[in-house]
């Protein structure tokens, strides 16, 4: 039987590529010997290249809309006329004195480290493409996500994690690479509705060999893989493969040990409110204490960008039921994690994002109406920590809430500021693909909103 | 001209193009217009801006062309042929604070359009007399999907020796086009390879490799077609190809979460499995199979046999996740609207579904066209069964009881041990007793309700908010002569729909399942959005090609699916070379006109497969019956319900939530949505199941004692063996040395923790042999 020759063929790109990041050849020299964990690759932790007030991020993704009239952005009323706006009672708190509802009292006490974006604003009040938008920019193809693009940039701080973990999460595409070299698409825990008590990542531990034979078999794989790979040089999926071989394999030594929450005190358990889930209409049970403890010790551990989910905020009826228990599910252990990665020195260089894919138009007090739609035309994101002013608050809309009036900010501009904080060039990061260069911040580009820097 | 197509009721309503304005421009001008401007103006701006609005916005009138150039208070919005310094343009890209329409922007294309035909100097026929009235859904006729299906001739190449089959010359006019030429054919190593995989899901042996390419080298294309008719005839290739099928028809063996948790088994579900396995074996003609899935209740049978099978082909219909019906004023039709999503999205190629609480903003699918559909399955019951016993889920249903199979009563001494609880107290309750002997055979499917009806609107989607009654009937946008409307008032209506989804000349139908067929052959679609057909969705890379291959797939292959996958796998496009040259794929990195195979990983099913395969412990017939067949039980209060099995993927517990373990790192679908194409995922926690995986582990110990046995002293032929069972070739130069090398690193390294030596030497080989089955090569397909 005929064994195809290998071509010798190596395309510039690929040349490029290898030598840049190192990883390329290395694994063939390394054949016969044994390597030592964690070699350099195409995710080190590349230099950024304006001054970052951010390391790293964790965003909080609010699925479904959630109200900001009756969190975050106070509408009480004005006139004679009832009109919409909140149906909740707000109060000023902290020594800025930020208006939060009493749906939040936990969060409420965190106010003096929230920079409320008020005018947000988004093209789209359908879930599905402004959620898509929300995460990659687009609303309809597949894109990178904006964890995808900052590890793109930036690379990754702790070789033996992935630098982008997605937790509690349903759509591939909010997690996604894309174009980008798959290397750089998120690693999901707890996916589908899987129960996030129990979630982790599987097969991360095998004790059926001795870690340096496990090394020593990979290197054979690597090698196989090379040798493969050197007659499809084309073929980015393969590269990926490779390196996902890779981080995978030392993601055994550190992940176990952050996903095991058990050695947290009763105290912090009980603070996160781990275990505790509600589950009530729309609300649906997440673990969300749970979530937001492992979204602190992967920022510990220095992943760079880390999801954590929630939904669904989409109460169209039951607004007042489903509102609170969503509030009730998702506060105390928000106000935690803020509390944490101030205690621990981490907030200063920890973007901690709230949101959703848009926001929802307000009810009328006592008009007996209990449900809502969607509003992308005005709706409420915060940010704390990494850089931005702490009990600030930035933009409006008008009095009923319907529209972004002033201190309007888009997703791109939210994304443009977010990779400003980290210290990538929004609109310069890109990524040639189908005959052009691809930004986050799309064609139009973001504006960064300078005006919320600490 | 494009109008043509529309619908009567757009003719009735719309003055003709007047003869004076026709001749003013071009025919091709006034198709541009009539086909992309005017349905825009008509949809997105007369609102505000028609002699018709109610309140005129900006003084600014669009109904005609004179109006477009006298402007409004704004001053003039056309500089013909200079879009960018045209503030209607300019409106439409929100630029400058001038934000048209002011709610959302349009679609791009929408305003690429507009910036098209003003660059073209903005020709208009419309003159003052016209009145601008048109339904909204004119857009929607104008979308390339729903035009007629045409049969284009194959194009001239100037390589006419080049194709084998008409399909070719299509590929082929697009490659000269863009200046590339074709790779070369595929060796036949890999061509017999690519063909196991793609017609079977299994990959070759290397005993049937060596006989491939011996029987190539004598008798070339002869053998490639006595090898795609033997493929096509193995009991794997419905394996296979059902596979394909149930993602498309959101296939799951439990209800998955209900938003409160609860997670009811289907137990009855593999049956259906099992019915698309036997009709892809059977080949089962596509327009019959889509029949028997919707309507086989309806249709005579000639025996009990066909009756059952029909029977359980509408399980298609009743298998798909619900909402608890908890607090749910809107349950049944959530279980309506799950069903014209399946229907819509998987034989249509259109999300019908997002026209239940509003007219569909971007697809023409009027919210009246959802509730003429909703009709239908209002006047149809939905079978799904027991629901684990819980009236808050799915509460409980009947089945159908069949006739031909055996009675299999759960095995002796089987107790159910996960018993329902009452919701408030926790406390266990009693199993309903069944009427029907245990381990009656029964299906899920759909009957015809006593009393059929036609639907009303659910105002904003809510059941409670009833607006008008719709006639049942079917999609406007799909403009076909004849009846629109279900004339059988005594019956749900399915069958007809049936026959509709079926006609000849339906525009949607064929196209996309042959786009479905496709796209497992070639790794992507001619439209790579194979579930949408839509605005939304992809255009064709060679719409004349697709049209081609669905009068074909019509006509001549008689909606024979194996015909119509052994037309493909024979045409010299599908036996290129993945390898092409650097100037090609750097021209074409996303191989838009497939000059090369394109190189495509094995999905979930094929890679667990292929490892059984490889140690030998496959087992080839085809899995009985579930695990869960006995168990109506809720999947979150079990645990762990799945069971080491050694036959094929697809007879694994496809329980929603809670996927078998084997198949979940590899992008498996979640089932509860009409999934065509899956995706690719390259994730760390792939790695970590070949390196980590109980399953992969054993099956490598399992290789290496196999392996052991048959030549238990000689290292290099065991290195041999090791590589030709697992990737089918012999070894190349210093790979099997390369073993040696480490199976002695590894028998020095395990010599403390195994001390007993032929144990040892085991461990050892089943560390190589779990390499060669981690290794891309094994899991990608040239």
Known sequence: MNVRPMSPKISRRHLLHSTSCGFGFLALSALCQERALGAASALTDKVAKIPARAKRVIFLCMSGGPAQLDTFDYKPQTGNKKHPGSVFPFSRHGESGLWISELMPETAKQADKLCLLNGMHADTGNHAQSFHQLHTGDRLRSRPSLGAWINYGLGTANQNLPGFVSLNTAKPQSYSSAFLPSVYQGSPIGVNGEDMSQATLPNITGDHLPVRLKRRQLDLIQAMNREHQSSRLDDDALEAVIESMELGFRMQTDAPGLLDTSNEPASVLERYRVGHSVSEGTCKPSDFGRQCLLARRFAEAGVRFIEVNHGSWDQHKNHRRDLKANCESTDAPVAALLEDLEQRGLLEDTLVVWGGEFGRPGLTPEDGKDETGHNANGFTFWLAGGGVKGGHVHGSTDETGARAVEGKVHFRDLHATILHLMGLPANDLTYHYEGRNHRLTGPEGGKVVTEIFA | ?782
């Open chain 2, 1 to 782: 001209m494009r109008w043509l197509f529309y619908p009567a009721g757009f003719l009735a309503l719309t003055l003709p193009v007047p003869e004076a304005g026709a001749k003013d421009i071009s025919p091709e001008d006034n198709a541009f217009f009539e086909s992309r401007i005017r349905p825009a103006l008509v949809k997105y701006c007369y609102e505000c801006h028609s002699s018709e609005s109610k309140k005129l916005g900006g003084k600014l009138l669009l109904d005609t062309g004179e109006d477009l150039r006298k402007g409004g208070e704004s001053g003039a919005v056309l500089v013909a042929g200079k879009p960018d310094d045209s503030l209607l343009i300019q409106a439409l890209r929100w630029e400058d604070n001038l934000e048209m329409p002011p709610k959302e922007q349009l679609p791009e294309p929408v305003i690429a359009d507009f910036v098209k035909w003003v660059a073209m100097g903005a020709p208009d026929p419309r003159k003052k007399a016209e009145v601008p009235v048109a339904p909204p859904s004119i857009t929607a006729t104008s979308h390339w999907s729903f035009q007629p299906v045409k049969n284009p001739t194959p194009p001239e190449t100037a390589n006419d020796a080049w194709a084998f089959d008409p399909i070719d010359q299509f590929i082929l006019a697009g490659i000269e086009a863009a200046g590339l030429a074709p790779a070369g054919d595929a060796p036949p190593e890999t061509l017999v390879r690519r063909l196991y995989l793609d017609l079977t899901g299994l990959a070759p042996t290397f005993a049937q490799v060596a006989a491939f390419v011996e029987d190539h080298n004598t008798r070339g294309r002869g053998a490639v077609e006595a090898l795609v008719d033997e493929l096509l005839e193995s009991p794997h290739f419905g394996e296979r190809w059902g596979r394909h099928w149930l993602d498309v028809a959101r296939f799951g063996e439990s209800n998955g979460n209900d938003g409160l948790s609860r997670n009811a088994t289907f137990p009855h579900a593999w049956r259906y499995r099992d019915y698309v396995i036997a009709a892809f074996n059977r080949d089962t003609p596509y327009v019959r199979f889509i029949t028997e899935q919707i309507a086989g209740d309806l249709l005579p049978a000639a025996d009990d046999a066909e009756r059952d099978r029909n029977l359980v082909a509408t399980g298609f219909l009743a298998l798909g996740a619900k909402p608890a019906k908890a607090m749910n004023e809107n349950f049944d039709m959530d279980v309506i609207d799950d069903q014209i999503a399946a229907v819509g999205s998987g034989i249509l190629g259109i999300s019908v579904a997002c026209a239940r609480c509003h007219d569909h903003k971007h697809d023409p699918i009027p919210t009246r066209d959802y509730y003429a559909l909703a009709g239908i399955f209002q006047s149809t019951e939905t079978l799904w069964g027991f629901a684990a016993h819980e009236k808050l889920t799915a509460p409980p249903t009947d089945l159908h009881v069949l006739k031909t199979p055996a009675l299999i009563p759960p095995p002796p001494g089987f107790v159910e041990t996960v018993v329902p609880t009452e919701s408030d107290t926790g406390k266990a309750r009693e199993i309903p007793k069944s009427t029907l002997p245990p381990g009656t055979p029964l299906a899920m499917g759909v009957r015809d309700r006593k009393e059929p009806a036609d639907a009303r609107i659910n105002l904003k989607g809510e059941s409670k908010k009833l607006g008008d009654q719709v006639p049942r009937g079917y999609l406007t946008a799909c403009v076909m002569p004849g009846e629109t409307v279900v004339e059988e008032k005594s019956s749900s209506g399915r069958l007809e729909f049936a026959r509709w989804l079926t006609r000849d000349d339906h525009p949607l139908t064929a196209r996309v399942m042959v786009n479905r067929i496709w796209l497992h052959l070639f790794g992507q679609g001619i439209v790579d959005t194979p579930d949408d057909f839509g605005v939304y969705g992809n255009d064709p890379s060679h719409p004349e090609l697709l049209d081609y291959l669905a009068t074909r797939f019509r006509n001549e292959e008689k909606w024979s699916m194996k015909g119509l996958i052994r037309t493909l796998v024979l045409s010299r496009t599908y036996q290129l070379d993945s390898i092409a040259d650097e100037s090609t794929i750097a021209k074409d990195p996303a191989n838009q006109r497939y000059a090369r195979h394109l190189r495509r990983r094995l999905d979930a099913e094929a890679i667990r497969d292929r490892i059984l395969q490889a140690s030998d412990e496959l087992d080839p017939r085809p899995g009985e019956g579930s695990i869960i067949r006995h168990r109506d039980i809720l999947v979150n209060k079990a645990g762990d319900l799945h069971e080491p099995s050694r036959h094929r993927s697809v007879f694994l517990c496809y329980l929603r939530n809670s996927p078998p373990p084997e198949l979940a790192p590899f992008d498996l679908p979640d089932g509860t949505v009409v999934k065509g194409k899956r995706e690719v995922s390259a994730l760390p926690v792939q790695a970590l199941f070949l390196l980590n995986s109980p399953f992969v582990v054993e099956q490598s110990r399992i290789l290496a004692r196999k392996l052991l046995l048959d030549s238990p002293a000689d290292d290099q032929a065991l290195a041999s063996a090791a590589i030709r069972r697992v990737l089918a070739r012999e070894p190349l130069d210093g790979e099997t040395d390369r073993a040696t090398s480490l199976v002695r690193d590894a028998d020095v390294q395990l010599h403390d923790s195994h001390p007993d030596a032929s144990l040892r030497r085991e461990v050892a080989w089943a560390v190589y042999c779990q390499g060669l089955l981690a290794s891309n090569e094994f899991r990608y397909i040239d």
